[in-house]
Every structure is written in structure tokens, then in C-alpha cells.
């Protein structure tokens, strides 16, 4: 608890103001105390001499005189007299009441720290509420919000800081944008000869197939695919994907239609459940989720395209629910028999575009599949990693919240 509570600037700022007022009240009510005048001990004999230096009397301090009274003495001479000595206390000025008790100077020093401690703290708090705004801001922006600013009042090197935050937050929006439209707009207008060549190599002599015709025609489908998944990850960089409805929908049945196109195998583990608060029945071979069909359906057919392309064709589909905390997740693992993912490239394969070292390009792919499940679980609020399978191979799993956590 005090950990977290000194983890905060403006907290350690204000505990050094207060320490060193603390140190400078001891270091100055130690000063004082070596430099004020020794205290004077009580009076408790008077000696009465004469012109001639003669001791003529002596007399003792009464002893029941009280604290703070005056003092009185009886002096006895040599000829017996006995003669009435009072010596009054000096008085305290009247109209200082921070010399009367319970005050002092220590009880000033110690007021004075306290002043300045109270003082200081809003003006330590209102400089680091600056750097806290600074401090969220970057945060949003360094977790993919290229649109956030700071706003930051003032003259100072927090306002200059904010400044250029600002400044370089937006020509880096304003180069991804371009980057992205480019992207975008190239993609769509290689469409056009594309179409032209896949048309005219239809209109060619269906009997003179030949192997040249048939690379040509896997060549035209490789760059289709290429310029569709290119298209799709601009939209959902661009966050035009949020345009697109969502809907409730039956995860095992684009499960199971999928796998059908690539003859996998898919497992159900699901249990028949009846969602309290919702009032959602979940029947046992039903996984209902929150999300685009269109989408879900492109991450569930990259997942077993990319399987298919590296294994020896023993493919597996499962789907499962389970309950992390209070939220219910619908969990969708993809199985292969291939070789495998190195621990250090399980989240670079995640990477527009990265492929492992020594992948060959015969073998199909252009990069962006895995990647655009990332970009599609995000979309749908979920997580995807990559797992070493028991017995060899690679794992894929994504967790996808189910539809009665998001309604």
C-alpha cells in the first residue's frame, strides 16, 4: 500500500519538501540552542559587603518560595540587626503571546514546516497533474491511438514537451494514413489488369493447357488473394471494419463449414449451460459469439489454410468455452502436424508480411494471413498466440469473448 502510494511523482516530491523542512527546523532550533546565553542557576545565598569590602551580612533563599516569584531575603549583620531583601522577577512585555507557553520558538519552527508542507502540496500536485495528462497520453498513443493529443497549458518545459508530442504525433498519423490510402488505392487498382489477364487467359483454347497456363492461373489466384487480404488489413488499420455489423452468431457452425473446405477435423467440447442475467440457452453443440461473420470466418479459414499449407494433412479443429475470472471465453485452437514455430518467432509470425526463415515461396502464402487474424481478434476484443502442439506441430489459439459478455 505505501509502496503504491510513494510510486507517484507528485507524492515524492512533496515527501522531499517535507523532509527538508523537517531537517531545516532541526538544523535551526539546534543553532539557536547553541548560541542562546547559558540558563542562570537559582540564587541561593546573598553576600552584603560594605565600601571597605567587608562581608557585613549573609542571608539564605527562603525555602518555600515558589516557582516564578520574586526573591526575598532576610540579611542578619554583625550587630544583629536583621534586614528585609526583595529582589522582584523581571516582567514580560505584554503584547507577545508567542513567548507565553504553550508557545516558543520550537512551537514556531514546527508551525512554519507545517505551513510550508500544506502550501507546497497543491503546487506540487497541480505540475505533476500536467505530466500525468502527458504520462496518458503517450500511453494512447503508443497502444495504436495515433489520434490522441495532449493538451497542456502553460509556458513552461511540460507545455514545450506536449508541444512536440503533438507535433510528432500527428506527421506520423498523417504518414500512416498516406501510407495506408496508397496501400489501399494501389491494391484496388491492380484489380482491373488483373481481371484482364484472368479473362484473356479464359478466352485462350481450352485444349492447349498446358503447365505454363496452369502456373500463369496460380499466379493470377495468388495475387488475388494477395490484393483481398491486403484491402481487408487496410480497412481494419483504417477502422473502416467498424462499419461493419455485428451480429450473434453460431461459431460452431463457421467452424464446422470451414473445415469441410479443407477436410479437418473438428472437435466440440462444449456444455449445455443456461446464461443467468442474459437469459442465453447454449445448447451443447453451440458456441455463440459477438461478432462479423464475414471476419470470423476469414480468421477461422486463414488459421486452416496456413495448417494446411505446412502440415502432412493430419489438421484439427477445436472448439472449447472456459471461464477466466468472471468473464466466459469461446476458444478456437487449430492444430497442425507440421514443424513447428521456434519460441522467439511465436510473435513475429503475427507481422505483416514476415515469414520464418527458409519458408519457401512455392508453398503458397503472401504474409498476411496470421496477421490478419491478430488484426481480427482485436477487432472482436480477443487474444490469438501461438503453442508448441504435444507430439510436434503448432498450435494457433484464439479467445474470443462470448456473446452475453458483450451484449
Excluded at 514556531?108 to 497541480?126: K, N, S, W
Excluded at 504520462?135 to 489520434?147: F, K, M, P, T
Excluded at 481487408?232 to 467498424?242: F, K, M, P, W
Excluded at 477461422?300 to 479443429?317: K, M, V
Amino acid at each position: 500500500m505505501w509502496t503504491r502510494f510513494t510510486s507517484h511523482l507528485y507524492v515524492r516530491i512533496w515527501l522531499a519538501v517535507v523532509a527538508t523542512v523537517v531537517v531545516l527546523t532541526f538544523l535551526v532550533g539546534g543553532a539557536w540552542r547553541l548560541t542562546a546565553d547559558l540558563p542562570q542557576l537559582p540564587i541561593r545565598e546573598v553576600l552584603v559587603h560594605n565600601t571597605a569590602g567587608e562581608i557585613i551580612g549573609t542571608a539564605q533563599t527562603k525555602p518555600d518560595r515558589k516557582l516564578g516569584e520574586d526573591l526575598e531575603f532576610d540579611v542578619v549583620t554583625r550587630d544583629g540587626q536583621i534586614l528585609n531583601l526583595l529582589l522582584p522577577r523581571p516582567k514580560r512585555p505584554p503584547g507577545n503571546p508567542w513567548n507565553r507557553p504553550p508557545f516558543g520558538f520550537g512551537s514556531m519552527l514546527v508551525l512554519v514546516g507545517l505551513a510550508v508542507a500544506l502550501g507546497a502540496y497543491p503546487v506540487i500536485r497541480r505540475l505533476t497533474l500536467r505530466l500525468e495528462a502527458l504520462q496518458r497520453g503517450v500511453e494512447r498513443w503508443g497502444a495504436g491511438d495515433l489520434s490522441a493529443r495532449i493538451t497542456a497549458g502553460g509556458h513552461d518545459e511540460v507545455a514545450f514537451l506536449a508541444g512536440r508530442f503533438n507535433h510528432a504525433a500527428e506527421r506520423i498519423e498523417t504518414l500512416m494514413d498516406s501510407h495506408r490510402s496508397l496501400l489501399a488505392n494501389a491494391s484496388h487498382e491492380l484489380r482491373s489488369p488483373l481481371a484482364r489477364i484472368r479473362m484473356g487467359l479464359e478466352l485462350m483454347d481450352p485444349a492447349a493447357a498446358s503447365p505454363q497456363r496452369r502456373e500463369i492461373s496460380r499466379s493470377i489466384n495468388e495475387l488475388d488473394q494477395l490484393i483481398d487480404e491486403i484491402l481487408l488489413a487496410s480497412r481494419l488499420d483504417t477502422r473502416q471494419a467498424d462499419a461493419e455489423p455485428f451480429e450473434t452468431l453460431d461459431l460452431t457452425g463457421l467452424a464446422a463449414e470451414e473445415c469441410s473446405r479443407v477436410n479437418a477435423e473438428l472437435k466440440a467440447e462444449l456444455q449445455a449451460e443456461l446464461q443467468t442475467g442474459m437469459g442465453i440457452a447454449r445448447s451443447g453443440h453451440s458456441l455463440m459469439v459477438q461478432g462479423s461473420p464475414r471476419l470470423l470466418r476469414r480468421l477461422i479459414r486463414n488459421l486452416l489454410e496456413n495448417a494446411r499449407r505446412y502440415s502432412n494433412g493430419d489438421i484439427s479443429l477445436e472448439l472449447a468455452q472456459i471461464r477466466v475470472g468472471r468473464q466466459q471465453l469461446a476458444v478456437i485452437k487449430v492444430h497442425d502436424r507440421g514443424p513447428g514455430v521456434p519460441v522467439e518467432q511465436r510473435e513475429r509470425i503475427f507481422e505483416p508480411f514476415y515469414r520464418l526463415p527458409g519458408a519457401s515461396e512455392r508453398e503458397g502464402g503472401v504474409g498476411l494471413g496470421l496477421a490478419l487474424v491478430k488484426s481480427i481478434s482485436l477487432r472482436h476484443k480477443g487474444t490469438v498466440r501461438c503453442e508448441a502442439r504435444p507430439g510436434g506441430g503448432a498450435s494457433f489459439i484464439v479467445e474470443l469473448p462470448l456473446a452475453d459478455q458483450e451484449a
